[in-house]
């Protein structure tokens, strides 16, 4: 779905007012400062994949910020943001951290926690909006990518930033199940890009855990299929042991199994959102690992709050 919005048609005394409401249906609310509202102008267009929102702003000087009255307790997965500059810089601030973004880069920034972004001359940036849980499901702490400026210049980042590209380009011509692929082959480039920088394997005291944490990540993506996976498995594989691992993953709000278990659901409702109805939902569950369907099937509506046919036959009236 593809929607544009513009003040070029607006009066300049509502312009404002408009602007706030556009953002505040695009993201979430926000507290919006213009350096001139009597000569503001902006425009928005927003794409909703299956798995990720992605929105190109243009506009002139302005200052957004999250206060605490903003964000709701009652909020369900609070996305994560993705923001690339490109003309000019952004100045970012969260929780006593504050970092600049140039054109050419791109930030990992927290929804659900106050925060202040700006710059201060006309701007263009892409937002990639991503729920809380899909980019979890590949990156087990995202919040170890945050106040950080990761390149768009090479390696990772430059197949990133040229998928993201493309995907603009196709998405009118793509149905819901290419719609659905690309959304997960961005995600998966995504992940890659922060993973793929050294600063995080060797960050301060953290190196040694965040490098096994790296190992244990990408042993788990290469074996979620396998039935047989288990903490003892991967602490084997990874040349730790059991209560290390466990140790590793403590204030993260999952224990290992909990983290494989929300893997394997997110995987599933990708392929029930975006597969062909020709897969029966036995195949799907074994396909992720599930040994058990009827378990499959408990876990599904615990997790999401309907059944997997339920989520299928939704995905079939999006069509």
Known sequence: MHKSYSTSLIPRAE?????REVIDKTYFPLALDFREPDTFNGSLSCWNLEQISISRLETSPTRYRRNARNISKDEDNSPFLITIPQLQP?????DRHKVICN???FILERSDLPYEFSYARDNQLWVLRVPDANL???VRTPERFLYME???QQGAG??????????????PYLGAQGTGLASQQLLELLALTLEDDDRVIASGEACVSNAHLMRIEHFVRENITNP?????LIASACQISTRYMHKLFQGSGQTVSQWIKEVRLQAAMNDIRSGSSNVTLAEVAYKWGFADQAHFCRSFKSRFGCTAREARESAREDL
Request: proline share 5%; aromatic share 16%.
């Open 90 to 94: 952004v100045d970012f601030s969260q």
């Open 136 to 138: 979890r499901t590949r």
């Open 15 to 19: 312009r404002a007012g408009y602007w």
């Open 103 to 105: 054109p050419g880069s």
């Open 150 to 152: 990761f390149s768009l």
């Open 158 to 171: 430059a197949l990133f930033s040229d998928f993201l590209g493309s995907v603009i380009r196709q998405v």
């Open 228 to 232: 047989d996976l288990s903490p003892e």
